[in-house]
């Protein structure tokens, strides 16, 4: 019967049934497996050759909780011609990976055995989140010689910039009579805005810093496939993973390191800190944007009442003055680009060419890539190729 409704309302109001549409939550699927712990794969890493004084890794997608409670759950054994070689799985510093270490040196040279099974906890057969065993199996060769020493990680960065709209109740500024209003939210649970653009535009933008990360290995030969890499930004902990390659995106400059663990030593080392995104600080944040190069009307904001604007309490909405010849080291232009200024960040986004660092500017080892100065204005024109759209917070 709603569907019927809403089909007779999608003919005579298609912006109506948007707004009218069903609860997003209620479309979203119930995932039954997030209230199991378990594993859905595990496979050795470095299976083909270890380091005399190395440890067998292995890797797996680990979903609930710690790896230290499935150390009594996963069996693993390595034979050689058949008979058992001692030693113990262990659980390391990265979320699915663990490590097999001998309780002897390893024998130089030799090829030996390993098999191994995950026993999943039981869960209900209908959501069908993984087997409830998953064998692995694998030959071991083990190197003639030690690893290399860990050196550390060394960081180069490709970066590029992104400016969004950012729409909610509050920054948007319309023509008289129209009523934007928050509507269901999505999935991950954030609230999107219904609007219509022919008559509402955003007043702010958000400028955004994606930076590609690539470090060089800590150490090389049998021993780089033991190492698992952390990158910090701005002191804290961002991501980790075996291979020293990562993405940040932020709202604003950041500066990173890369430290580099041995998973058989523990032996830990720290790279030199980079820094990105210092000569596009001021096209990142909170950025203005100017509603009247799209709407032609009176614009106005009003106050938010009940997820929805109170049309009996509303202000004329004003835009920011354009900035005047002696008004040259400001942060940003209308539009949310920059002035050539204080800032060292021409109106493109790009750095002066001058040949010469920046005041305070830090060592990087990157490549910016900006976008080009029409960008932001690009994505505001692109509002108007909807009648209606959907916008998170």
Known sequence: MIHEKLQALALASPILVAALAPDTAEACPYNGCKNFD???????????????????????????GADQDWLEKIDLSVTKDGQPIAGALEATSQHGVLIWRPAAPWEPGTTLQMTGKVNNQEFDDYYNCADMEIPFASDLVIDSEPG?????????????????????????????????????????GS???YWN?????????????????????ATTGPAAQQVVYRLKVDGAVHSAGLTPDFHVRDDAPVCAVVEAEDLASGAVTVGAEQCFGQDLAAVLGPQPLD????????????????GSWDLTQCTPFETEPSPTTSDTTSDSTTAGEPETGSTGVTASGEPPDSGE??????????????????????????????RRRRVRR
């Not at 890493?45 to 004084?53: E, R, S």
């Not at 660092?357 to 190729?385: F, I, M, R, T």
Request: aromatic share 2%; proline share 9%.
């Open 197 to 217: 653009d022919d008559t509402c535009a955003p007043t702010m933008a958000r400028g955004y810093l994606d930076v590609a990360l690539t470090g060089t290995p």
């Open 291 to 306: 509603p009247t190069e799209k709407l032609d009307c009176p614009l106005q904001q009003c106050e938010v009442v009940m």
């Open 38 to 64: 378990f594993w859905t794969d595990l496979a050795p890493v470095n299976a083909a050759k270890i380091p005399t004084d190395g440890v067998l890794v292995l890797q797996g997608t680990h979903e609930g």
């Open 148 to 188: 290399a020493p860990l050196g550390e990680v060394e960081l180069t960065g490709v970066v590029e910039h992104e400016s969004l709209p950012e729409v909610t109740l509050e920054t948007l500024a319309c023509c008289p009579g129209a009523d934007p209003n928050q509507g269901y939210a999505d999935c991950d």
């Open 191 to 193: 609230e999107n805005i």
């Open 357 to 386: 660092p920046q005041d305070g500017e830090k060592g990087c080892a990157c490549a910016v890539v900006p976008d080009s100065g029409a960008g932001l204005l690009a994505l505001v024109g692109v509002l108007g190729l909807a």
